[in-house]
């Protein structure tokens, strides 16, 4: 889809576009279209739902811009969050309206407060509880909002108690299967082309705990998941990574540990060690937050009676 935006003089489009086209650049990459403008005219394409916000946005600006004569950053990071609330487009031919990602229980909204109020937060719960989904919902929106200028997603690279043996191709196409987990929550909140635009303008990077060492992230908004399968060196490497301006949000399950010392795991250790450094947060999920088939939470409860049962089993054969 195409629409053409006729603007009033040269310079209207100057205080529109903003220096260096910073202004431009920000609706682009928050509505996921192109721009482009030549003799007063401002062309946006891309999918009609992502060109329709895109458009909104820029009427509300030349609005600012003709009432007021000139426009503040402030504005601008105000005008287009309130048009890229977190939204997916549903695929052509259906007929549900795009929706926005909320917290569904009362530990999630506790997890998203804690983002919006400390630098680090740790995240530990059960499977389906949202941890890795909500965080990137949250860094979608920090993203488009311009508070950030790039989202990493980490994740180690274990396997889960199975080897799979030799894989062709080169490193990334090794550690792909790995990240997948991490493409198919993004994938939630941004639709693939938009995911593509992203990754080749380096505002969204998915890469393995290892490629971060000897790194400095700043302005970024980090997420580490599956973080229960990381070493206590590998923790303290990835929280020093941390930079000026940026968010970090770790996730994982400390009762699906992969490593073959789960003592070890760098999530359980640092419990104990950052507990209580202000600015950094721990938030708990339980079973009552798990959001996926009602089933999940029924395999979760019988798994945690089953461990219950086993260690009150060895107690008793050691008495």
């Known amino acids: 889809m195409e629409r053409i935006i006729q603007l009033a003089d040269p310079d209207e489009a100057r205080v529109l576009f903003g220096a260096r086209d910073v202004y431009l650049k920000m609706v682009r990459d928050a509505c996921g279209v192109n721009v482009t403008a030549r003799n007063g005219l401002l062309k946006v394409d891309g999918s009609e739902g992502a060109v329709r916000r895109a458009c909104e946005v820029f009427d509300q600006l030349i609005s600012v811009i003709r009432r007021t004569g000139k426009l503040y950053k402030s504005e601008v990071i105000d005008i287009v969050y309130s048009h890229s609330l977190i939204a997916t487009e549903r695929p ?185 450094i202000e600015g950094i947060a721990f938030v708990y999920l339980t079973k009552k937050d798990i959001v996926r088939h009602k089933l999940v939470q029924e395999i979760v409860h019988a798994y945690h009676l089953f461990e219950e049962r086993r260690a009150g089993n060895e107690k008793s054969a050691e008495a």
């Open 92 to 276: 052509p031919g259906t007929k549900t309206q795009p929706q926005a990602f909320a917290p569904r229980t009362e530990g999630q909204a506790r997890y998203i407060e804690s983002i919006k109020a400390n630098d680090i937060v740790f995240s530990i719960g059960p499977a389906g509880t949202g941890k890795t989904f909500l965080a990137v919902a949250v860094a979608v929106s920090a993203l488009r909002r311009g508070s950030v200028r790039k989202i990493v997603l980490v994740r180690p690279v274990v396997e889960a108690g199975e080897s799979l043996g030799y894989l062709p191709g080169n490193v990334m196409a090794k550690v792909n299967p790995y990240m997948r987990p991490l493409y198919d929550a993004l994938g939630e909140m941004v639709d693939f082309s938009q995911i593509r635009q992203y990754i080749e303008r380096d505002l969204v990077e998915i890469a393995p705990l290892a490629y971060m060492r000897g790194r400095t992230l700043n302005d970024a908004f980090v997420i580490l998941d599956e973080a229960q399968n990381t070493s206590a060196e590998q923790m303290k490497m990835f929280l020093t990574r941390m930079g000026l301006r940026s968010k970090i949000v770790i996730t994982g399950d400390i009762t699906q540990v992969d490593l073959p010392n789960p003592g070890r795991s760098g999530l359980i250790l640092i419990q104990n060690i950052l507990k209580d």
